[in-house]
């Protein structure tokens, strides 16, 4: 219990939040706002336990003007299956927040105007954080769609794609039905910024989740799938096809016929520790 606790320490508060919670209190929407950051911090707290029980490397909680963040020192090398577990953990703690706040309204402890409001504020949250775009809890569910049937770097690439068709989509509609919203554009434009800077880093995320298979755990893998190559492939395209969840033998094609394989992390370390990037395959078999 004391480990679960230490999980609090962990919490950060942005600094622009402090300045909405002064306009908050000067407004008179102090319990709003205390509500929103109440559910915020729920849900984000839904995540870390999560993951703390799956014993995943837990930076910080960081609560933010417009929302929350549960930042994972993790490189996505993580089961699948413990991944979507951690994602669903947030959006499943809206659940008993409604139940226990419906309780308390039924037995009077709270009006039904504050039930009202609970109630909007949670489906606002939850609504919101199943969008499929990314950073939000359904870009990672989709993000994690994507990793069943394709490579890392392919998954990774077409969920930032379908990020930004959503983010497009809700643009269009705001232009349409609700150009005053300024609560919406300012959080479109953190979306946009947030997928625009994860596509700018795509390779360097791709560099972590390969340097975590070379040097991590190796026994998260439970399920093997050969890699067919031409010996003429480069080393990076060949790494560029790596699955989350699966261990990669490679089998290199010379001269029409398949070779003897070669293990994933003799790959690697021709990539990281002899620095071949950009040279054939092909040339691995004579190494190994």
Not at 211 to 228: A, H, M, N, S
């Amino acid at each position: 219990m004391n480990s679960y606790l230490k999980l609090f320490l962990k919490i950060e508060i942005h600094p622009l939040l402090w300045l909405i919670v002064g306009i908050a209190v000067i407004t008179a929407h102090f319990r709003e706002l205390l509500m929103l950051l109440f559910i915020i911090l729920v849900h984000e707290m839904g995540h870390t336990v999560c993951a703390h029980f799956f014993s995943w490397r837990i930076k910080r909680i960081q609560l933010l003007p417009f929302g929350g963040v549960a930042e994972m020192d993790e490189h996505g090398n993580r089961p699948l299956k413990e991944e979507l577990l951690v994602i669903l953990a947030g959006p499943l703690q809206h659940i008993w927040l409604v139940g226990g706040a419906y309780l308390l309204t039924v037995t009077s402890i709270i009006p039904q105007d504050t039930f009202s409001l609970f109630l909007y504020h949670n489906m606002v949250i939850l609504v919101f954080n199943l969008l499929p775009i990314w950073p939000l809890d359904g870009g990672k569910l989709i993000y994690l769609l994507f990793s069943y049937k394709h490579s890392f770097f392919e998954a990774h690439k077409r969920m930032l794609l379908v990020s930004v068709v959503v983010v497009s989509v809700i643009f269009t509609w705001g232009v349409l039905y609700s150009p005053f919203n300024l609560n919406l554009w300012i959080v479109l434009v953190f979306l946009l910024f947030s997928i625009i800077m994860e596509w700018r880093k795509r390779h360097f995320v791709f560099m972590r989740f390969l340097l975590e298979r070379y040097y991590g755990k190796q026994d998260t893998f439970t399920k093997l799938k050969p890699i067919i190559v031409d010996e003429t492939e480069m080393v990076y395209t060949v790494l560029s096809m790596f699955q989350r969840g699966y261990k990669h033998p490679i089998v290199i094609r010379k001269n029409g016929e398949n070779q003897r394989p070669l293990d994933e992390n003799e790959l690697l370390h021709a990539y990281f520790t002899e620095k071949k990037i950009s040279r054939p395959v092909g040339e691995l078999l004579y190494l190994y």
